[in-house]
């Protein structure tokens, strides 16, 4: 049987977890609410203050998804409880970031500045010219729009240029040597 998937997912008080038809999950908490449906070979129940992830037999595509299923339901929980946020650090001369009211603009070294909208449940804090926290509920849409904001100027291995995570590693290459 799965590691994870079947550990039982503590719900916090505050936090109510709605089970509703074809494995539809409700998650309502402080700092929102998040829906999703998952398979319907797992049975997802909740028991007292926990939910429950089980699977109905042993076959690899059921097996796969027992694990998922219950870490995308723990991130639910964990998301409307404290939320997720990930840091972009920008390096370069001339590389900076500035935010007015929910729009951010972004000078990487292009010919046009590129401007970032605040979407529904994401939002930038920009405590300094080089540095952006994307906070949200969902895990997964702070780490696409996180990834979205990096592609824009990926870092390089020559200067370390770009727009990276703060924990990321810039593997760095030696340049031209000159004679």
């Known amino acids: 049987m799965s590691r994870i998937g079947r550990m039982p997912i503590a719900v916090p008080a505050g936090v109510t977890v709605t089970i509703g038809e074809g494995n539809a999950v409700t998650v309502k908490g402080p700092k929102g609410e998040l829906t999703q449906s998952f ?3 797992l049975e997802i129940k909740q028991e007292g203050a926990e939910v429950v992830v089980t699977r109905s037999s042993d076959e690899k ?9 219950r870490a995308i339901i723990n991130n639910m929980v964990v998301g409307v409880t404290n939320g997720f946020s990930k840091k972009l650090e920008i390096v370069g001369v001339g590389y ?6 929910k729009k951010m603009t972004l000078s990487l070294g292009h010919s046009h500045p590129i401007y970032v909208e605040e979407s529904a449940g994401i939002t930038f ?3 300094d010219a080089n540095t952006i926290i994307v906070n949200g509920i969902d895990k997964q849409v702070v780490g696409q729009v996180a990834a979205q904001i990096r592609s824009y100027r990926k870092p390089e291995p020559y200067h370390g240029k770009g727009v990276k995570y703060s924990d990321e590693r810039i593997r760095r290459k030696a340049g031209k040597t000159g004679k």
């Open 39 to 41: 398979a319907t070979c």
């Open 61 to 69: 595509e059921v097996r796969a998804l027992h694990g998922l299923t």
């Open 96 to 101: 900076k970031v500035e935010k007015a009211g």
């Open 125 to 127: 804090d920009v405590p």
